[in-house]
C-alpha cells in the first residue's frame, strides 16, 4: 500500500489509504485539524477510519484515512488527540481491535449482561470500566445518581465524586438507552434508513437526516435540487429555534426560575406548533428524504407565524438577562476553556461559547452563503453558552427568511442504486452532526455509522462539571450543554 | 423577583382545561391508521406488515394485528394501501391496560 501524505481539500471530502504502521505518524501530522470522528467497518478485515475537520472560515473540508487493521491492535491515537478515547472503547465492544498502548477501556455502548449484537466480533474479555482513584484530603466519596431521574429527564448515570459540596470527579454511564441502530440500518436501503436516524436522536431529527441523506447522495454521486436543498436548511433553522428555547426553559428550571421557565416555554410551545403548521410535524419528522426533501414548507404560515413565535422567545431572552439573579448562577459555572473544546472535538455552541468556530454550515457547497454569521464567545461558561444560542436564534430566523424569498420545494433526485462510500453532514442545534455510509452493490447499506453531536460533547460534560463548580451547578450546566442521553447511546 | 411575579401575573393563564377546543395544529400532524376490513386482502395485509417499520403491523390467518403501542403513526401502510388504510385524526390513544392497545382486524376482503 503505498501512504499519500493527507490533505483538506475546502468544501470536500478526501479520502486516503494509510497503512497500520503508518497511522501513528498521520495522526501526528493531522492533529492540528478536528477529529470529528473516528468508527471500523467490517469486510474481509476490520477497516479503521478517522474523519479529520478542518473548521477554518474559507477553508473547511474533511479528510478521512482509512487503515486496514491486521492485527487486532492499532497505535493509541487517544494519545495524539484525546478525542480519539470514547470512540477507542466503542470500537473495542462493536469490533474487539483495540488500541496498542493495553489501557484500560471503559464500557460507552452496549449495556452489561445483555446480549446485544455487535457490528464485528466481541472483544475477548469485558470492558474494564476502570475510573481514576478520588481522594482530597483522603475525604472525597462517591455516590451515584441516576439512572431513573426526575420528571421528563432522559435515563442517565452520574458517578458523582465530591468531597462534600464541591464536585471533585463525574463520570457517566450512557448505556442504558443503547438500541443497536447501526447495527439495524445494515440492510436497509438510505431511504427506509430516515426512519431510524430520525429517531437516533429525536431533538435533531432534521440534522441527523439530512447528514445520512447526504452521506448516501456523495455515495451514489448525486445532488439535491437547489429548492430542495433550502427546504432541509428551512426545517434545520426552525429545529435550532425550538431546541434553543427548550434548553433556554432548562435553564430556567435549572436555577429555581418558574415564571422564566413557563415564558420560555409558551415560545417553544408556539415554535413547535408552528413547525406543525409548515412542515406538518411538531419535531419536523419525515421532512427530509434522500435526493432531497419529502415536504416543502408553508412559507405563508411560517412568514405569519416566526414573527410572533420569536418575539414570545426574544421577550423571555431578554428578561433573563436583565435579572441579576439569574445571570449571576450563570457566569464562571461550568466553564471550558478552548483547549479543553479543541482537545476533545466539540462542537456545537458548546465549542463556539470557548471561542472556536466550527460549524459545518461554513463548508462550502451547502445551501448556506458565506455571510451566514457563526455567534461566538470567549468565556466558555454557561452565560457565554446561552448568549451564543441566542445570537444563534437571531441569525436562524434572518436565514428563514432569506432561504423562504429564494425558494424552497420538495422532490427527490432518484437514488442509482449501485454501490459506493460517502460522508455527510449537517449544523444541527447542538453542533455538527455526522454520518457515513457505505452502500452495497444493490444500493443497501452494508455499513453506517451516525455520529449526532450529543456523541461528540458529552465527553465534555465532566470537564465542565469539574472546574470549581458545586452540586447544584450540574443541572445548570447540563441545560447549557442540552444534549441528549439517546444521541450518545444510540 | 418581585418583577417575575408582576410579569407572570401580566401574561395570565394561556393552558386551557382539556379538551377546551380541538388543537389548531393536529389538521397538520400524522395520526395512526384505521382500517377498513372489507378492502384489506391477505396480500395487502401481508404487504403492510412487511413495510411497517416499527413492526406495529401482523398478519395472523384472516386477521391482522395492529399493535397502537409499537405504532409512530408514520403513514407509511395509509400510503401503500389506500383505499384499505386511512388516516384516523384519533389523538386519544391512552389505555388502561396494554392489552387494550391490541387490536384484531378481521380481513374481509378475499371474501367477496
Known amino acids: ?490 | 423577583m418581585t418583577l417575575w411575579f408582576i410579569r407572570g401575573l401580566r401574561r395570565g393563564v394561556v393552558t386551557t382545561r382539556y379538551p377546551a377546543r380541538p388543537d389548531a395544529s393536529a389538521r397538520f400532524l400524522p395520526t395512526p391508521p384505521a382500517f377498513r376490513s372489507r378492502a384489506l386482502t391477505r396480500e395487502t395485509a401481508g404487504r403492510l406488515a412487511a413495510i411497517c417499520p416499527s413492526g406495529a403491523l401482523r398478519l395472523e390467518d384472516r386477521t391482522l394485528v395492529y399493535d397502537v403501542g409499537r405504532c409512530t403513526a408514520c403513514g407509511r401502510c395509509a400510503a401503500e394501501a389506500p383505499a384499505a388504510v386511512r388516516s384516523s385524526g384519533e389523538f386519544e390513544l391512552a389505555a388502561a391496560a396494554r392489552s387494550e392497545l391490541i387490536k384484531k382486524i378481521p380481513i374481509r376482503g378475499d371474501l367477496r
Open chain 1, 1 to 490: 500500500m503505498t501512504t499519500v501524505e493527507p490533505r483538506v481539500v475546502p468544501g470536500a471530502v478526501t479520502t486516503f489509504q494509510v497503512a497500520s504502521p503508518d497511522l501513528e505518524a498521520v495522526a501526528h501530522d493531522l492533529a492540528d485539524l478536528r477529529l470529528a470522528d473516528m468508527f471500523a467497518s467490517n469486510g474481509d478485515q476490520t477497516t479503521l477510519r478517522l474523519v479529520w475537520a478542518n473548521d477554518t472560515l474559507g477553508e473547511a473540508g474533511y479528510v478521512i484515512t482509512e487503515t486496514p487493521i491486521e492485527n487486532g491492535e492499532y497505535p493509541a491515537l487517544s494519545d495524539i488527540a484525546p478525542a480519539a478515547f470514547v470512540e477507542e472503547c466503542e470500537i473495542y465492544e462493536q469490533f474487539g481491535i483495540r488500541p496498542a498502548s493495553g489501557k484500560p477501556l471503559n464500557r460507552i455502548m452496549l449495556p452489561p449482561h445483555a446480549d446485544l449484537p455487535t457490528l464485528g466480533r466481541k472483544p475477548r474479555s469485558e470492558p474494564e470500566e476502570q475510573h481514576a482513584p478520588h481522594l482530597v484530603g483522603g475525604q472525597a466519596f462517591e455516590f451515584p445518581f441516576g439512572p431513573v431521574r426526575q420528571v421528563g429527564v432522559e435515563s442517565l448515570y452520574y458517578g458523582l465524586v465530591t468531597s462534600g459540596e464541591e464536585v471533585v470527579d463525574l463520570y457517566l454511564f450512557t448505556w442504558h438507552k443503547h438500541r443497536g441502530l447501526e447495527w439495524r440500518l445494515q440492510g436497509m436501503t438510505p431511504h427506509d434508513a430516515l426512519f431510524l436516524a430520525e429517531r437516533a436522536e429525536g431533538l435533531s431529527a432534521v440534522a441527523m437526516t439530512w447528514a445520512l441523506a447526504a452521506a448516501a447522495e456523495a455515495a451514489a454521486g448525486i445532488q439535491p435540487a437547489k429548492g430542495a436543498q433550502r427546504t432541509r436548511a428551512v426545517a434545520a433553522e426552525l429545529e435550532r429555534l425550538y431546541n434553543h428555547a427548550a434548553a433556554m426553559a432548562a435553564l430556567c428550571q435549572s436555577t429555581g426560575l418558574s415564571v422564566g421557565q413557563s415564558a420560555a416555554e409558551i415560545a417553544l410551545e408556539r415554535l413547535l406548533r408552528l413547525n406543525a403548521r409548515a412542515f406538518g410535524h411538531r419535531y419536523l419528522f419525515g421532512v427530509i428524504d434522500v435526493g432531497g426533501a419529502s415536504r416543502a414548507p408553508d412559507a405563508d404560515a411560517i412568514r405569519e407565524d416566526l414573527p410572533a413565535a420569536y418575539g414570545e422567545f426574544r421577550r423571555a431572552a431578554d428578561a433573563l438577562l436583565g435579572t441579576n439573579s439569574f445571570v449571576d448562577r450563570l457566569e464562571a459555572t461550568g466553564i471550558l476553556t478552548a483547549g479543553q473544546a479543541r482537545g476533545l472535538g466539540l462542537v456545537g455552541p458548546v465549542a463556539r461559547a470557548a471561542g472556536l468556530t466550527a460549524d459545518t454550515r461554513l463548508v462550502p457547497g451547502g445551501p448556506y452563503g458565506e455571510q451566514t454569521t457563526v455567534a461566538t464567545a470567549t468565556a466558555g461558561d454557561v452565560l457565554a453558552r446561552f448568549t451564543v444560542m441566542l445570537a444563534e436564534a437571531a441569525e436562524s430566523v434572518r436565514l428563514i427568511g432569506q432561504f423562504l424569498d429564494a425558494g424552497t420545494a420538495a422532490g427527490a433526485v432518484e437514488m442509482p442504486g449501485t454501490g459506493g462510500t460517502g460522508l455527510g453532514w449537517a449544523e444541527s442545534s447542538r453542533g455538527e452532526a455526522l454520518a457515513w455510509i457505505a452502500l452495497g452493490d444493490d444500493g443497501r447499506i452494508t455499513r453506517a455509522r451516525l455520529r449526532p453531536a450529543s456523541a461528540r460533547n458529552w465527553r465534555g460534560f465532566d470537564d465542565a462539571c469539574r472546574s470549581q463548580n458545586v452540586f447544584t451547578d450540574i443541572p445548570i450546566i447540563e441545560a447549557s450543554f442540552w444534549l441528549t442521553v439517546a444521541g450518545m447511546a444510540r
